[in-house]
């Protein structure tokens, strides 16, 4: 009786969490089936937003943003979570871990407008490419902008989530390595990256799921010129008072997030039960 209550106590607050979301819900799914001049049902809403006009732009610029910038995080996060996690020094262990966790603390607004000063036309990145003799670079109000924002979004939550992997290398394995004499590139390629490519797909899949809902970044570092699925939502609802359109938006991207965080689920979960 007691194992029961115990369960039931912590199954109520997440039954209670997706309740109060499914009927927050509700409204906009019946607004995004509405008319906007007649009130009646219709499906004139989703059939404006299945046009080349929106997809090619805002949906595809959404994935190709989420995909690069999950990418650039792995890149600079995987040897971050690896020396985080197996450098000799607990100072430099100490170090890593620290940066990584504080990004957390700083709001997302900060952040953007930082990489916002450093992009723009006389910011720290131009003037530097000046002094080493290159021609500045426009990358604010554009998606390279955009994807170096969220990048940095993204880099503290592919570090942790890479890090137990990582932990889980044994590392008598890289030290008989070398004393058979391979070296650090052999070492990585043949023992390291293979023990943790379950982590990096996991983390990359993970990522790229939270990388399509940022809203920040690009609304900061974007200017308007790039126009993602959670700005366009903002803009056909806030700024165009176009509900319906707006919602039926909302809709089609929560009901595309939830189909990809499914497939993602049972993708790690197939995996898993695979290895076990």
């Not at 932990?167 to 590139?185: F, M, P, S, T």
């Amino acid at each position: 009786m007691r194992t029961k209550i115990v369960i039931a106590s912590l199954i109520a607050p997440s039954i209670a969490i997706i309740t109060i979301y499914v009927a927050s819900f509700l409204p906009v799914i019946r607004t995004s089936l509405t008319d906007p001049t007649s009130g009646s049902f219709s499906l004139s809403s989703y059939s404006q937003f299945f046009t080349p006009a929106y997809i090619n732009t805002s949906f595809m610029a959404t994935l190709r943003i989420s995909i690069f910038s999950t990418v650039f995080a792995l890149v600079i996060g995987y040897p971050m979570a690896y020396f985080a996690v197996q450098h000799r020094s607990p100072h430099v262990r100490k170090a890593i871990l620290f940066a990584a966790i504080t990004t957390f603390f700083v709001n997302s607004v900060v952040k953007s407008f930082s990489w916002y000063i450093m992009l723009e036309k006389y910011g720290v990145i131009n003037i530097v490419m000046q002094m080493i003799g290159l021609p500045p670079q426009g990358l604010l109000f554009t998606e390279a902008g955009v994807i170096i924002g969220e990048t940095q979004f993204l880099l503290p939550f592919i570090v942790l989530l890479l890090m137990r992997p990582v932990q889980n290398v044994d590392i008598v394995l890289v030290e008989a390595a070398k004393n058979l004499g391979a070296n650090d590139v052999h070492i990585f390629w043949k023992i390291i990256l293979p023990l943790t490519m379950r982590g990096i797909v996991n983390a990359t899949l993970l990522s790229i799921l939270l990388g399509l809902g940022v809203f920040v970044a690009p609304l900061v570092l974007g200017g308007g010129f790039v126009i993602t699925m959670a700005l366009l939502i903002y803009n056909e609802i806030i700024n165009a008072f176009e509900y319906s359109l707006g919602s039926a938006i909302a809709v089609f991207f929560t009901a595309f997030t939830l189909l990809v965080a499914f497939f993602v689920n049972r993708m790690i979960s197939h995996k898993y039960s695979a290895s076990e």
